[in-house]
């Protein structure tokens, strides 16, 4: 074990935890949203003055120079007046990273857009009162206003249309839409891995609607099926794996008054790019597209002629490797400039670029990266963003110039903040935690400065029950250079001189970060620590949160640098003298699923017993964008695929080991589980399976809590 960080958690003393009870899965599943500094969507007005948030199903207004709020109606009392919408005959296999705009302000301020049962009404600030818009039978969705405020543009079934909303008059602006022709709307995978959350775009000038086109005929479908009721449903869904046909894309330009689609040449989106962001110019004569090649390692950002569909080259991003998408690009106020954040050097950082010829200018560097930017104050020339340069565990909100000088810290309680800024960076909304400190919101001025308490930490959890502490340590890598960062919980009642079974929870894949310094509180890794056992945690490389080059050791070898990390790091766990090396568990979901039976197949001798829910088996299960990304295509590495595929490694099997899968899962199919449950009786292998009907990924619900109980007992029976 190499050095360890100073995170100060402070141990309470033994007089004062014998007076607190421990946590138990009641605990767990009786908490609610104890401990959630809880205020729902910040939605700040054009002015920057108030912001609108919700809580307890209700609609407030707080106002800053006041710093007071008030109520301004209740959201469900909308859906009483909201038409019925006939019952769906078969489940529609929509993203969960789709996300309609619920309110929206109006330019001006005076009114919400409120968006309530699938029709959508006008809530006027001075009069507290609405209109109803739109009372159809079919849902609007993705409602959104114009710039002007004079019309509201939105989505029924699978067309766009547009209401003027002085004079009522609705136009249908395409006309084509069908189960497998989609205008403005997303497939499946686009949201999932390219966190696309819409596809259409007012143009500022309000004239004109771009929009992407998606033909999802040639995407495989996979035939899930509804077995709850007394006949089976047939419920197929779009899903292409690795190397199958993604939808033809095409984007869009029409007139908001109606006409013909003016279609943009962005290339072959069909087959050979993605369109990733789609962004007007603010002149409205141009869009700005980010469109990558099918494998992700080129990114080229486009400048589209809105008129003509002509395409010129602004910016070209390579790597050997993929390239991360993010949401940093700005364009400015002047017309001139856009910011843009890249990992060109191993992490991400900002650069701003001329948009008609010149040299960027840098504003960030250093072995840190840049987590987001949240504002700009064009003014004042400053640039706001979320960055892990104090520890890649926490996200700390800084400024820097518009010229790279002048880079300052603005939050300084240790650990994670997020941020949400109003429209001229005067003052923010600031969400923040620690692993022991109960989140807690407050009203901040952009120099960090706090004005007031919204909401201030519930501190019940931790004054009524006995959460064990977290800490964090800096372990070695199998390369013996690379520092990862790991988390360990000691039992209840610790003793140093015992010996006590492991769990260790994983997820290890790229894109993720598990481990932060914010607040967990009530969860099943602490009944499981006061059931006695030590709960470890290692961001491996390949993870997400310390830069691309952190991530890259996975690149066409899934499962092969994440399994070896996690092994030294257990190893270096072991040699601290208190964890039994004979009772090892192990416990992910999804990629962590994967690795669950990475570690139980590839390092039969070091885990002991497992728990695998959701688990990818094989990555040429998996979807196109997501597995291409990390793997290339499968008919250029056909080797590399092979070594996922952890069903031709079933026969290694000798600990215990529990399956766990939604039959209806949307995103890692249950045909993985399946494939592996046969793989391990063709081995006559034995494990236990849990098997639920909902179609998610994860299991919620009263489901949940059950299968929570089966995990812990599995633990406690296997390895105690």
């Not at 004109?208 to 495989?220: C, M």
């Not at 996975?554 to 996690?566: F, R, S």
Request: proline content about 5%; overall charge neutral; hydrophobic content about 35%.
């Amino acid at each position: 074990m190499t050095r360890r960080t100073v995170l100060l958690i402070p141990f309470l003393c033994s007089a004062l935890l014998a007076q607190k009870k421990p946590v138990t899965l009641d605990a767990v599943f009786s908490s609610g949203r104890e401990g959630r500094a809880d205020m729902g969507q910040i939605l700040w007005t054009p002015d920057g003055k108030s912001f609108l948030y919700t809580q307890a199903g209700k609609a407030h207004l707080y106002d800053v120079a006041s710093k007071k709020s008030r109520e301004l109606f209740s959201i469900g009392a909308f859906s009483n007046f909201a038409a019925k919408t006939p019952p769906a005959t078969r489940f529609s296999w929509e993203n969960r990273g789709v996300r309609d705009q619920n309110m929206q302000w109006t330019p001006d301020g005076k009114a919400v857009l409120v968006s309530s049962k699938g029709d959508l009404f006008l809530w006027r600030v001075d009069s507290g009162g609405f209109e109803q818009l739109t009372a159809t039978a079919v849902a609007e969705r993705d409602p959104k206003l114009s710039p002007d405020g004079t019309r509201v543009a939105f989505r029924r079934e699978h067309d766009l249309y547009v209401l003027n909303l002085k004079t009522r008059k609705e136009i249908r602006l395409t006309s084509n839409g069908s189960e497998t022709w989609f205008n403005g709307e997303l497939d499946w995978v686009y949201p999932e891995e390219l966190a696309l959350d819409t596809a259409y775009w007012w143009s500022p000038d309000s004239t004109r609607i771009a929009y992407l086109q998606f033909d999802v005929s040639h995407e495989p479908r996979y035939p899930h099926a509804d077995l709850l009721g007394k006949k089976a449903v047939y419920e197929p869904e779009r899903y292409p794996q690795a190397g199958d046909p993604n939808a033809d894309v095409r984007l869009g330009v029409i007139p908001a008054t109606g006409g013909l689609t003016k279609w943009m040449d962005a290339g072959h989106t069909e087959d050979q790019y993605l369109i990733a962001r789609v962004y007007w110019a603010r002149d409205s004569k141009r869009l700005i597209v980010q469109r990558p090649n099918r494998v992700q390692n080129r990114l080229d950002v486009l400048s589209l002629d809105a008129g003509t569909g002509e395409a010129s080259v602004l910016l070209r991003e390579t790597d050997p490797h993929w390239i991360n998408l993010d949401d940093d690009f700005r364009l400015l106020k002047d017309g001139e400039r856009f910011l843009w954040s890249s990992e060109r050097d191993g992490n991400r950082h900002l650069w701003m670029y001329p948009l008609r010829g010149g040299e960027p200018v840098r504003l960030t560097s250093g072995d840190w990266e840049v987590k987001g930017v949240v504002g700009l104050d064009e003014a004042k020339g400053l640039v706001y963003y979320m960055s892990g340069e104090p520890s890649p565990i926490e996200s700390q909100l800084y400024s820097v110039r518009m010229d790279g000088t002048g880079k300052q810290r603005i939050t300084t309680q240790p650990g994670s903040h997020t941020v949400s800024m109003s429209p001229g960076g005067d003052v923010y909304v600031d969400h923040h935690s620690s692993l022991e400190s109960p989140p807690r919101r407050t009203l901040n001025s952009s120099d960090g400065k706090e004005i007031a308490v919204l909401v201030e930490a519930d501190k019940k959890p931790l004054d009524e029950y006995d959460i064990l502490p977290s800490e964090i340590f800096k372990v070695k890598a199998a390369d013996g250079k690379t520092d990862m960062y790991a988390r360990l919980i000691r039992p209840a009642g610790f003793d140093a001189k015992k010996k006590y079974p492991v769990i260790v929870d994983v997820y290890g894949g790229p894109g993720v970060q598990a481990l932060h310094n914010a607040w967990v509180g009530l969860s099943t890794d602490q009944v499981y620590a006061h059931k006695g056992f030590v709960i470890w945690q290692v961001d491996n490389r390949g993870s997400k949160g310390r830069g691309h080059a952190y991530e890259t050791p996975i690149y066409h070898k899934m499962g092969v640098t994440e399994l070896a990390d996690q092994k030294a790091a257990l190893q270096q766990l072991i040699a601290m003298g208190f964890v039994d090396p004979a009772r090892v568990g192990v416990n992910g979901w999804s990629y962590g699923g994967f690795m669950t039976l990475n570690c139980m197949l590839n390092a039969a001798d070091v885990f002991h017993a497992g728990i695998a829910g959701a688990p990818v088996t094989n990555f040429a299960n998996y979807d196109s964008i997501y597995t291409e990304r990390y793997m290339g295509l499968p008919a250029d590495d056909a080797d590399g695929y092979a070594l996922t595929d952890l069903t031709k490694s079933a026969s290694r099997l000798k600990g215990k080991l529990m399956l766990v899968h939604n039959i209806d899962d949307d995103n890692v199919l249950f045909q993985n589980t399946m494939q592996m449950m046969n793989a391990l009786q063709s081995a006559g292998k034995q494990f236990e399976f849990m098997l639920y009907p909902q179609k998610s990924h994860g299991v919620g619900g009263p489901a949940r809590r059950q299968m929570t109980e089966a995990m812990v007992a599995f633990f406690e029976r296997e390895l105690k």
